[in-house]
């Protein structure tokens, strides 16, 4: 089995997982995650912070984007620039005004939106299917989050949200795959150390 289809395989099986779970414990599983992720030291301190929307049957990680909102935080959210194949950050003020269905109809913010310089952002959501406990992370296959992180500042922390039944005993990667420093879920914190890129 090459990679490519190794990835794949993984992929469709943890969101296959994901959707069965009902939707009222993945409701109560999301503020479980929101809240552990807000009570993290890292994010109590930022002042700027990149969170993704949620999309399908992820965990709503709109619940952390209120906390952000309501703490006075700088809450951009990522915007896909399909001709470049990049994502930029825009700022968000009000996820029900701000935010619209955008590539592939994931939620984004609108193109109005004021856009976020990435080297502002001081802490990061990152998205994924499936992650490992050496932080590890398969995505959905287009890159985009791997071609983003290395222009965010060195130190800034890379925190994944994921039900526990995203948690594999390992994510087959390549070497551009981009790993992240924490996964939170809905049962624990997994702090990882980063490994160089």
Do not use: N
Not at 59 to 70: E, G, M, N
Not at 119 to 141: H, K
């Amino acid at each position: 089995m090459t990679l490519r289809d190794a990835k794949q395989a993984l992929r469709e099986a943890v969101v296959a997982a994901r959707e069965a779970l009902a939707p009222a414990w993945r409701a109560q599983a999301s503020a479980a995650i929101a809240a552990r992720i807000a009570d993290m030291d890292s994010f109590s301190r930022a002042r700027v912070v990149l969170l993704t929307l949620p999309y399908r049957s992820e965990w709503d990680a709109t619940l952390l984007v209120d906390r952000a909102l309501a703490a006075g935080k700088v809450v951009a959210a990522p915007r896909v620039d399909p001709s470049a194949r990049m994502l930029r950050a825009y700022r968000i003020d009000d996820a029900a005004r701000d935010v619209e269905a955008g590539y592939r109809g994931i939620p984004e913010p609108r193109a109005a939106c004021p856009e976020i310089a990435p080297d502002r952002i001081d802490w990061v959501l990152v998205p994924g299917t499936a992650f490992d406990a050496t932080g590890r992370r398969l995505g959905y296959g287009g890159g985009y989050y791997d071609r983003l992180l290395p222009f965010l500042p060195t130190a800034t922390p890379r925190v994944a949200g994921a039900f526990e039944a995203q948690v594999v005993d390992s994510v087959p990667t390549a070497p551009h795959d981009v790993t992240v420093d924490c996964i939170v879920t809905e049962q624990r914190t997994l702090h990882v150390v980063r490994r160089p890129e």
